[in-house]
């Protein structure tokens, strides 16, 4: 159990889209849960420890929906290239690295380190097709403090041979094992999550068995959904008789419903596919620097806010090139810009405050009730540092916030998540 403490600071959260609340005070964990806030600390409080950050911006932690874990090593890299011809020239070549459980470690290893530096506490990682480096990457999470959410890799089609399963058969086989290896509560607070590449990647028999898996687990799932306008078409051509991308997964009960669904992009999705998405209940990872550094468009992520669909932000590293989710706040601020000034003017740019809830408590609540500094909810925060920003002029704590998205590296000066402190 997390002992009882107080933390003192200036609290900023979202309860609701666009609405920046701040308030300076003191905020109550117990249990690892937030437990009250006090404008002024209660006399039976007072002899509780006591963690001042007087001055400085609070945040809730930050839920990244969507990364690639073994990419980190080659971030920032081929960043000219057209997603395919990405995928092909560097993604499969060291995923498939990663049979090698020692090399995943080290990996992993890089990738945790500064995961737990960063502002992120909760994350929906794609792992490899692996299960033991997959189970590896669990372990470290695990350890380091981070929650969320694991997936290894489905795939059987359309990829080099060194890096597929080699039937759907066996690929759902050490699917089973992997979920099994997770049931013993070896990795706390990091849960597996049905991973299907895309849909070029993975076949018909494969789909139906992982969706068969997910039933039988109540396992959720996650993958790639209308981020390309080739892989749209490709996906018509290797699926016959759907509608629209989002039914190559619904048809085998992995979009949503009975257990949640992470799909990243949802950039081209026609009407009737965004009809499904809301309906099922669908998370939308929108992931703005990854758009732009592999070319792939501009998502309508304003619009899905306002109309009230389940969106959070994903780094999706590597095509996006940062962990930092305050750099992807802001990036998301300009992309939205450019799409309103170029592709649609009926949806006015997104705000540092409509970006920050879907970091916080759009993302969070896949989790449950994570990103909001309220009664019962899971105590995670990030203390910010921000005094080599500030100068002469009086900034507001928005303004401090905005700032700080625009300029800083992102690491926090502390971080909590589920009420333990991780540094």
């Not at 209660?42 to 006591?50: F, I, R």
């Not at 090593?73 to 960043?79: H, K, V």
């Not at 592999?294 to 899905?304: C, F, L, N």
Request: net charge negative.
């Amino acid at each position: 159990m997390i002992p009882s403490y107080v933390l003192k600071g200036i609290f900023l959260d979202t309860p609701t889209p666009g609405e920046l609340r701040c308030r300076e005070g003191y905020a109550l964990c117990r249990g690892g849960h937030f437990a009250g806030f006090y404008s002024a600390l209660p006399q039976d409080l007072a002899a509780l420890p006591l963690h001042d950050f007087s001055g400085q911006l609070i945040l809730p932690g930050m839920c990244d929906l969507h990364l690639h874990a073994p990419q980190y090593s080659y971030c920032g890299t081929a960043m000219d290239l057209e997603l395919l011809d990405w995928l092909q020239r560097y993604t499969y070549p060291e995923e498939g690295r990663y049979r090698d459980v020692a090399y995943a470690r080290r990996g992993y290893t890089n990738l945790t380190r500064d995961l737990l530096h960063s502002a992120t506490t909760r994350i929906c990682a794609f792992a490899t097709l692996h299960t033991d480096a997959t189970l590896e990457l669990m372990r470290q999470l695990s350890e380091a403090g981070i929650r969320g959410y694991v997936g290894k890799l489905a795939m059987d089609r359309n990829s080099p041979d060194f890096y597929r399963e080699v039937t759907p058969e066996a690929g759902l086989a050490e699917t089973r094992r992997w979920l099994d290896a997770c049931t013993h509560g070896e990795y706390p607070g990091v849960l597996p999550m049905l991973t299907p590449r895309f849909t070029p990647s993975t076949s018909d028999a494969y789909m139906e068995g992982l969706g068969q898996l997910s039933r039988e687990y109540g396992v959720a799932a996650q993958s790639h959904l209308s981020e390309n306008l080739s892989e749209i078409e490709w996906v018509k051509a290797l699926c016959p008789g759907t509608a629209f991308y989002a039914e190559s997964y619904a048809r085998y009960g992995l979009f949503g419903g009975e257990q949640p669904c992470v799909m990243a992009h949802c950039i081209y999705c026609p009407e009737e596919e965004d009809e499904l998405i809301r309906r099922n209940g669908v998370f939308i990872a929108h992931c703005p620097t990854s758009n732009e550094n592999v070319i792939a468009g501009i998502a309508p992520a304003a619009r899905y806010l306002r109309e009230g669909y389940h969106i959070g932000l994903g780094s999706d590293v590597a095509g996006g090139h940062t962990l930092n989710l305050f750099a992807v706040m802001a990036s998301a601020v300009q992309v939205s810009k450019l799409r309103w000034r170029y592709v649609d003017k009926s949806q006015s740019p997104l705000t540092i405050p409509e970006t920050l809830y879907m970091a916080t408590s759009g993302g969070g609540a896949l989790f449950g009730k994570v990103g909001l500094f309220e009664e019962g909810y899971a105590f995670d925060a990030i203390v910010l540092d921000d005094s080599a920003l500030l100068n002469h002029l009086p900034f507001t704590p928005g303004e401090r916030l905005e700032r700080y998205a625009y300029l800083s590296d992102g690491r926090p000066q502390a971080k909590f998540v589920d009420g333990r402190r991780l540094f």
